[in-house]
């Protein structure tokens, strides 16, 4: 190798090194993910409670391999930082690329990240994206590299992503952007063997684990289930599971956001008379918003063993998670030394009473 080459290639690793070093300084993330097809509107958002919100989704052209916005979106997006920062200037927004778009997105990322060309493709335009709209990084929700290949090839595509990203910042002078991805929270709900857990550490600089949808209404429509609980007395899945193989797996506490549903489920009881947790029912009913929970005027109850909350009313019962159990979570996630938080979608929250209960939670 010339002797230009290997201080070209020093210079390049320092950079990576010194960027992993000052976004680790990023204090802590109070997380939540606007969703472009929730209804709601940039500019009704609170920034207040928050120290990053996630913009959702970009999508990934598999004919070009190039990140894209659709059209519907591109105006609430190019001018989704200045919005919030009108109103909370020290906000971070993220661009989130993909989503649970099923079986062929799923595809779609597995293909691109199989070839070296493809992923510089993908990760040029991404960093390009980012920058036309001024966003402070990128958030890859990749859901869910199920093989060892995928394995592999997450593992070169966010390495590469970094070494991008440094060149970016040395190139523009500014600031590099952040990387984060949204991942699988248990074992319930993917095989987190198939992600590669040291590159994770070392490129990005956190994940969002998704802790819920653990049980679900739909997968267990005979008894009332906690749909995401912090912890499991009966069973193997629960957040702090999760929490748990992802530290087994070579990521750091401090590289870790604890996943906070602002939904929950909902089953028929069997009998009206038989309200607990794991009662009776004839079927389930789906997935329900918390606001909407909250508009039923049902009797609540909390549960610290499995840090859940449940209300019922009539054959009407449901599990999520009001102010009581996210505060619990939340105290959980700082004690533990993660990273912070975030919750899956800010829509769905009733007045920002459960963004405010996890803020308050954390503290400042």
């Known amino acids: 190798m010339a002797t230009s080459q290997k201080l070209s290639l020093l210079i390049l690793t320092l950079l990576v090194v010194l960027q992993l070093y000052f976004s680790s300084a990023e204090a802590a993330i109070k997380g939540g993910y606007w969703y472009s097809g929730s209804g709601l509107s940039v500019s009704d958002i609170n920034p207040s409670h928050f120290t990053h919100l996630f913009c959702a989704f970009a999508d990934l052209d598999l004919q070009t391999n190039t990140l894209t916005i659709s059209p519907a979106n591109a105006a609430q997006f190019s001018t ?14 993220l661009l989130s690329i993909g989503g649970g778009g099923g079986h062929d997105l799923v595809a779609n990322f597995s293909k691109m990240a199989s070839q070296a060309s493809s992923r510089k493709t ?11 709209n001024n966003f402070h990084g990128l958030d890859l929700d990749w859901e869910y590299p199920s093989t060892n290949t995928d394995k592999t090839n997450f593992g070169s595509l966010i390495k590469e992503w970094r070494a991008a990203v440094a060149r970016d910042s040395s190139n523009t002078g500014k600031p590099a952007l952040l990387l984060s991805a949204a991942v699988g929270g248990s074992a319930q709900i993917t095989e987190l063997q198939f992600y590669p857990g040291q590159d994770i550490a070392n490129n990005l600089d956190w994940v969002n684990v998704m802790a819920y949808d653990l049980f679900r209404s739909d997968d267990y429509p005979t008894l009332t289930q906690p749909p995401a609980p912090l912890r499991n007395p009966r069973g193997q899945f629960s957040a702090d599971e999760g929490v748990t193989k992802w530290i087994q797996l070579g990521v ?19 009998d009206p008379n038989q309200h607990r947790l794991f009662a009776p029912a004839t079927k389930g009913l789906g997935q329900v918003k918390y606001k909407d929970i909250k508009n039923a005027g049902a009797q609540i109850v909390y549960n610290s063993t499995f840090v859940t909350n449940y209300c019922f009313k009539g054959t009407d019962w449901f599990g999520y998670d009001d102010t009581q159990s996210i505060a619990a979570k939340v105290s959980y996630a700082k004690q533990k030394g993660l990273f912070g938080y975030f919750a ?8 920002w009473a459960l963004s405010q209960a996890a803020s308050q939670a954390w503290g400042s």
């Open 344 to 351: 899956w979608q800010i829509e769905q929250d009733s007045n």
């Open 252 to 270: 750091p506490q401090s590289k870790l956001a604890l996943g906070l549903p602002f939904y929950g489920f909902k089953w028929s009881l069997s």
């Open 80 to 93: 989704f930082t200045q919005t919030l920062q009108a109103k909370n200037p020290s906000v971070k927004t």
């Open 122 to 132: 993908f990760i040029d335009s991404s960093i390009q994206l980012a920058r036309k």
